[in-house]
């Protein structure tokens, strides 16, 4: 079928266990997949590598990037920008890769105005509560902080209708299947195989045309 990769975009609640459900994707089937890597103005930290954490440039340089529509998607955060360079994810997809993108909401649907034929999968618990529980199980943030998250989760429910797929996270092993299994499914969808159909096609044409001069 074909060999072009697809762009898959993930969102989904704080907590729905985004994060772990990629990592358990890239290490079953990494020959399949690739991360994208996002561009930053932020500084490098300790231990990251330009090319493999992020592209870190300049405030110019990514305002450049922006004035010539290298972005799919970019937006500023704490006086820093953050975007998707469209050069990486294509080249990524024409050499057979799946790009998987864990983005926000709003930086999908931009990405699904620019490449219409991406795949958005939002990944969610099966019970609200169950956001709750796994946002205190981590330990790592306040109570108010909880309830800011739960807060945004309300919000960003309305939106997740516009998602091709809602993924139930209640198991990794199960989710990270039910991902592999619609990106498989969607690369042998007929629109994404003309060439192959128009090949097929014409070769038979070709065929029966040769079967009916012979019998002449």
Request: glycine letters at 6%; charged letters at 35%.
């Amino acid at each position: 079928m074909s060999d072009q990769g697809l762009l898959v975009v993930l969102s989904g609640f704080s907590g729905a266990g985004k994060g772990t459900l990629i990592k358990a994707l890239m290490d079953k089937y990494p020959n399949d997949y690739c991360l994208s890597i996002s561009a930053t103005t932020r500084a490098k930290r300790e231990g990251e590598v330009h090319g493999v954490d992020y592209f870190f440039l300049e405030e110019e340089e990514f305002l450049e990037n922006i004035r010539e529509e290298r972005l799919l998607e970019y937006a500023r955060y704490v006086d820093n920008y953050y975007g998707t360079p469209k050069e990486y994810v294509l080249e990524k997809m024409a050499d057979g890769k799946n790009v998987i993108l864990e983005i926000e909401i709003q930086g999908a649907l931009k990405i699904r105005e620019k490449i219409p034929d991406c795949i958005l999968l939002f990944i969610t618990p099966g019970e609200a509560m169950e956001l709750e529980r796994r946002l205190k199980k981590r330990g790592t943030e306040t109570e108010d902080a909880i309830k800011n998250r739960l807060r945004r989760a309300a919000e960003e429910a309305d939106y997740m209708k516009e998602y091709d797929y809602i993924i139930l996270n209640e198991d990794t092993e199960k989710s990270l299947e039910m991902v592999h299994n619609i990106i498989s499914s969607e690369k042998l969808k007929t629109g994404r195989n003309k060439q192959i159909i128009y090949r097929i096609t014409e070769d038979l044409k070709a065929y029966t045309k040769e079967i009916d001069q012979d019998r002449r």
